[in-house]
């Protein structure tokens, strides 16, 4: 799947950048989807809506990207905005200065700071031009900035305004101010927009980085003494293979025994993110306790490579073991440990109910399927970066039946929410099944 970028920002500004990913070759394994809004705060809700949908976020400012963070919806590592660099600032003089009939010297200018455009006028000789900045580092309201240029315009001590916000920019024109916009220039949209696609690409081979689960059982005094503890912990310890069993299928893992109390189970990355978002392996810890009355360690080791991951689940396993309540240890490729208690783990996946649109609804009322089975397979597909699936994906993703799967995928061929993209042989003997595309 390609990397998913959400552009969001004012109409002209989203445009603009949609025009530069366009524009060259090198951004074509990029898919851009444009999210314009009216003013600033309507970017919480965006993200809100369509945060399972987007690998990065690409916002064209420094107010939405300011905004959106201090809401916590979004981590450092998928948001992104162009730099004003001092190109833009002269591209906005130079516009003034063709447009304006009068040599306008003195200016009011908001969001660049003052040392940055006193080194472009000394880079570039505009000490003829009088700055007077409004400077910040995250999200001002535009009721501040514009009560900024219209104090100075009013008092004289500005004759035009120059500012970085699409809705600074309107309110002023009608007030009647003479005023410019700054805009990023094409190459700061690039560089972001190159930028966005390594990190993006970047994620999708860490959803698929190797790793590993140990599981290793923790020996109490009294099972080692005598032939009946032994035999009852035999029985114990095949109770709780037939859960580490359970738990590798669940994980789309490969179950293996390394040694007496010691299990591991290779998956992926992206497998055991999600199982912790939704407490499954606390759950199943739960479950071992009560069932097969084996108290167990559990630690989590990633790597580039098998070897690498099975140090670093051993050395997990070894921080664990100094621990006196039950906790989860894990250590990733860098060898740094992350401990987890059942509290500090976070919430599940989240699958948002969408609207869909009156003609949908009455499609949805006629159909075998509900809406909220299609919403849980539009958000898994994106987790698992994954639009083409088989039977057998979508039954373990529901954990249900392949039967139910083939019949939920007909009736989503049947609606035009999937189509098939071909066969697939599933064994040595018997007839290919239907491969399936998405079409969300």
């Avoid at 999200?139 to 001590?157: A, C, M, P, T």
């Avoid at 995928?409 to 003997?429: D, H, I, P, T």
């Amino acid at each position: 799947m390609k990397v998913k970028i959400g552009v969001v920002g004012p109409q002209d500004s989203v445009d603009r950048i949609v025009g530069v990913a366009n524009s060259f070759s090198e951004y074509k394994d990029l898919e851009i989807v444009s999210f314009p809004y009216a003013h600033t705060k309507e970017a919480v809700t965006i993200v809100k809506e369509n945060r399972d949908q987007v690998d990065q976020w690409f916002f064209s400012g420094q107010a939405p990207y300011f905004y959106a963070k201090s809401k916590g919806l979004t981590e450092e590592v998928e948001i992104s905005y162009p730099p004003l660099y001092g190109s833009s600032l002269l591209g906005s003089l130079l516009e003034m200065t063709l447009k304006e009939e009068q040599s306008f010297r003195e200016i009011s200018l908001d969001t660049i700071t003052a040392e940055e455009v006193a080194f472009i006028s000394k880079a570039h000789d505009l000490e003829a031009f009088s700055f007077q900045t409004y400077s910040y580092t995250e999200y001002r309201e535009s009721d501040k900035i514009v009560r900024f240029h219209q104090e100075l315009n009013e008092s004289g001590q500005c004759e035009v305004a120059l500012t970085c916000l699409k809705e600074v920019y309107e309110r002023l024109q009608d007030l009647g101010i003479p005023c410019y916009r700054i805009i990023p220039s094409q190459l700061a949209i690039k560089l972001v927009l190159r930028y966005m696609k390594e990190r993006g690409e970047s994620s999708k081979y860490r959803q698929s980085q190797i790793a590993i689960v140990g599981i290793e059982v923790i020996h109490s005094e009294n099972s080692e003494e005598g032939q009946y503890y032994s035999y009852e912990l035999k029985r114990d310890i095949l109770d709780l293979k037939h859960m580490l069993l359970d738990e590798a299928e669940d994980l789309q893992g490969s179950f293996v025994q390394i040694g007496d109390g010691l299990y591991f189970i290779y998956t992926t990355r992206g497998e055991i993110e999600s199982d912790l978002n939704d407490k499954t392996i606390f759950s199943q810890l739960s479950m071992i306790r009560t069932k097969s009355k084996i108290k167990v360690r559990i630690g989590i080791g990633y790597g580039i490579t098998a070897v690498d991951a099975e140090q670093n689940v051993r050395l997990a396993l070894q921080y664990a073991r100094k621990e006196k309540d039950t906790v989860l240890v894990s250590v990733n490729e860098k060898r740094e440990v992350q401990q987890f208690s059942e509290k500090e783990v976070g919430t599940s996946i989240e699958f948002k109910t969408r609207n869909w649109g009156e003609e949908w609804e009455k499609k949805f009322k006629d159909a075998n399927i509900s809406q909220s089975i299609v919403n849980k397979l539009h958000a898994l597909s994106f987790h698992y970066k994954k639009d083409v699936v088989t039977v057998k994906d979508v039954a373990k993703w529901l954990k249900g039946t392949e039967r139910n799967a083939r019949r939920i995928l007909g009736e989503m061929e049947r609606l035009g929410l999937a189509k098939v993209s071909g066969m697939e042989q599933s064994g040595y003997a018997g007839r290919p099944s239907k491969v399936y595309q998405f079409l969300f």
